[in-house]
């Protein structure tokens, strides 16, 4: 009898989560970080499509197929990699969608759309809530669960990095989501990764016609941000060091916030819209062209002056309020990262700001994008990088290190540059009627979190906030005020 061979078949590949990607896997289970992708179609859609263009993508960017795996004796987290994507769309059939919608609809959501309250239950839908224990008294109240989605069952299992789902709205219309952990996609690229399935989508139809190829070249699994750091930038004296995170400490204690209105009951997230139209849009980004600022300059005044004015302060009584700005760093790592190469590989520069009533926009806007600018010359965003990583960890384990346990760590959070989004021939093609792209922010994080596109020229906004520390009706008043004063500089 041939005596019987060992199995040589290989465990899959793991890489260790590195330190940015490892904050964002304690930041995610308390409900910080959970991406969404939303696609309004308004023509019926092939599950199977959807899926085999799915399936392409994953294993052509093999860190979106991956699995989380946490790992209790080191408090580690890592990511597997299998041989090949597993990922199974979860269809909501008209009777289920209809159920959904009835349990989160109230009296006072008449006015929102089925799409806009889909993408809210998507990024309150935790995947990875079971990911890992926290040693947070508060955890608990920041974990907002759905038994009818799919979700991790024990802290022991290993979790995929993306889950997609398509809800029927009636025979024609339905939405689309994809759900995918922060840590292996960041906004750049959630947008990369929704034009490629859009146009794989369409090549599909076209039976391989147009760029389908060139879509599915296969990508490496990338390191984190901190492997890519050119050498010396992110270099800082052991004693500048510590200073600065004292600085960061001092100062987040004397930091103003919005009225949190219920700092006790369980928290998800939510979306306010703040929409202009072409006109308004190209007004203001000709004067930000003109005054040599971006846009997050702008959009962070507004928010720093609404918030001020939200409070009924005596106009001359100055508050400090931080703002967080988030830069795509792929163009400048060393090597270069391509603009859609898969994963996170963002950075941060938290600034302080001082306002009071009547203050001038541009004049604010100017202070707050050279402050941001300035920091950034001076390499911040990867000097700091460590130390930001490491008070947010902090403030995740104890969240009585904030104000009324809140975590929040800065009113606002921006990116330094929109999305810039156009129409297509393929939109057109496969119905595509609206979508929208965010992330869930009611763990440790901003008031308001915005996630700006420029949609055929008109400036349209998610603002993501946390119920109810902070209301729908408050954050439509303080949207609705930054509006106004965008419009009426």
Not at 61 to 86: C, D, G, R, V
């Amino acid at each position: 009898m041939a005596e019987q061979q060992p199995s040589t078949t290989a465990a899959p590949p793991c890489r260790p989560a590195g330190t940015t990607e490892h904050s964002w896997c304690k930041a995610v289970p308390g409900g910080t970080g959970i991406t969404v992708l939303a696609l309004l179609l308004s023509k019926s859609l092939d599950i199977s499509l959807l899926q085999n263009a799915l399936h392409k993508l994953q294993n052509s960017n093999p860190i979106l197929k991956s699995q989380l795996h946490y790992e209790p004796a080191t408090n580690s987290y890592s990511y597997i990699i299998p041989s090949t994507s597993h990922l199974q769309i979860q269809p909501f059939d008209l009777s289920s969608t209809a159920q959904i919608l009835r349990r989160i609809k109230t009296p006072n959501l008449n006015s929102v759309s089925d799409f806009h309250l889909i993408l809210e239950h998507e990024i309150n839908c935790n995947s990875w809530a079971n990911t890992a224990t926290s040693s947070s008294s508060g955890t608990h109240k920041l974990q907002m669960l759905d038994p009818s989605l799919n979700t991790a069952t024990t802290s022991e299992s290993d979790i995929d990095v993306l889950f997609a789902s398509i809800y029927r709205l009636d025979d024609e219309k339905s939405v689309v989501t994809l759900r995918i952990h922060t840590s292996v996609c960041d906004r750049a690229a959630a947008l990369a990764l929704l034009r490629k399935l859009l146009e794989l989508m369409s090549s599909e139809k076209q039976d391989g016609e147009g760029t389908e190829l060139e879509l599915l070249k296969k990508m490496e699994v990338g390191l984190g941000i901190e492997e890519y750091i050119p050498a010396g930038k992110a270099n800082k004296p052991f004693w500048a060091r510590g200073i600065d995170m004292v600085g960061y400490g001092l100062n987040a204690l004397r930091f103003s916030n919005l009225k949190f209105m219920d700092t006790e009951s369980t928290r998800g997230s939510q979306v306010v819209k703040l929409q202009l139209n072409k006109e308004d849009t190209d007004r203001i980004l000709d004067g930000c062209k003109t005054r040599d600022i971006k846009l997050c300059g702008l959009l962070a005044a507004a928010g720093l002056i609404a918030a001020h004015s939200s409070k009924g302060l005596n106009e001359n009584q100055w508050e400090k309020y931080g703002i967080v700005t988030l830069i795509n760093c792929r163009s400048i790592l060393d090597p270069v990262l391509s603009p859609d190469f898969p994963g996170f590989y963002h950075s941060a520069i938290l600034n302080t700001h001082d306002v009071k009533g009547g203050d001038d926009l541009w004049e604010l806007a100017k202070r707050s994008y050279t402050s941001f600018a300035n920091a950034k010359n001076n390499n911040k965003h990867f000097s700091d990088m460590g130390d930001l990583n490491f008070l947010m960890c902090k403030a995740i384990d104890n969240p009585g290190l904030t104000p009324s346990s809140s975590l929040r760590t800065s009113l606002i959070s921006v990116f330094e540059d929109p999305v810039i989004d156009t129409s297509s021939k393929v939109h057109q093609e496969i119905g595509l009627e609206d979508f929208s792209g965010c992330a869930s922010v009611h763990g440790v994080g901003p008031s308001i979190a915005i996630f700006d596109t420029i949609r055929d020229g008109q400036l349209d906004c998610a603002c993501v906030y946390p119920f109810p520390l902070h209301t729908r009706e408050q954050m439509m008043e303080l949207i609705g005020e930054m509006k106004r004063i965008l419009v009426d500089w």
